[in-house]
């Protein structure tokens, strides 16, 4: 099977403008997780989809944003972008199962700096 | 909430010496456990699992033992080689059937082994 894919793999921008960033999960996995992962504060949880539906958020202002389509792709945005939002953005795809079984595989990431 | 501690880094050895890696956690319930590896520029990539008390996880000569009693997930290799060196984090997984899938992870920790 093909693993998690992301794109694009880096992205250069500049403060106050917005970004896209794209992931497809490992066929037959409908759970898509993010995560952004920084020196200073490591790996944080930033949102999970499962079926098109957000069914867990972690603690970023609402200028991260994200979505799944029915494919299970999903795209997170960041609006109006700021210098500390320079990280390695993780996608992560599991089966869903929402249980103690259910594994998280990640892609490769996104590597996003922000001028 | 859940919180994982790792022990404090970077690690460095030499090629064939034995390695553990501490790893405690906090958390309600029975959670599942991970060690996931990150190398230079990478994403994350599994390493090993376990999802309840006394399992063992074990992969490529890593081992790791789920231990309740002492809410710990230490990582250990018998003999490490250059390939290991990358950055290794422990994570903490759903505490029960019907959770979501969020992974809570450690700071990490930095492992150079030497030729």
């Known amino acids: 099977k093909a693993g998690v894919t992301q794109t694009p793999r880096y992205l250069i921008k500049t403060r106050g403008q917005q970004v896209t960033l794209s992931c497809s999960p490992i066929?037959?996995?409908?759970?898509v997780s993010w995560y952004q992962q920084t020196p200073g504060q490591g790996l944080q949880f930033l949102f999970e989809?499962?079926?098109?539906?957000?069914?867990n958020k972690g603690n970023f202002p609402g200028r991260f944003s994200g979505r799944q389509f029915s494919n299970s792709r999903s795209e997170m945005n960041v609006s109006t972008l700021e210098l500390g939002d320079s990280a390695l953005y993780l996608c992560?795809?599991?089966?869903?199962?929402?249980?103690?079984?259910?594994?998280?595989?990640f892609g490769p990431g996104t590597r996003l700096t922000v001028l | 909430g859940d919180s994982v501690t790792q022990m404090e880094g970077p690690v460095t050895l030499s090629e064939e010496a034995f390695l553990t890696i501490n790893c405690t956690y906090t958390?309600?319930?029975?959670?599942?456990l991970f060690w996931y590896v990150q190398y230079p520029g990478e994403g994350l990539q599994l390493l090993l699992k376990?999802?309840?008390?006394?399992d063992k996880g074990s992969n490529k000569g890593f081992e790791a033992t789920y231990r309740k009693e002492t809410t710990s997930f230490h990582l250990e290799k018998g003999s490490v080689q250059v390939s290991d060196s990358a950055v290794y984090f422990c994570?903490?997984?759903?505490?029960?059937?019907?959770?979501?899938?969020?992974?809570?992870f450690g700071k990490g920790i930095t492992l150079s082994v030497r030729p």
């Open positions: 992560a795809s599991s089966p869903g199962l929402a249980g103690v079984t259910d594994t998280q595989y």
């Open positions: 066929s037959g996995h409908r759970s």
């Open positions: 958390a309600t319930g029975y959670p599942s």
């Open positions: 989809y499962f079926s098109e539906t957000q069914r």
């Open positions: 376990a999802t309840k008390a006394d």
């Open positions: 994570a903490l997984g759903p505490s029960y059937t019907g959770a979501n899938s969020k992974l809570t």
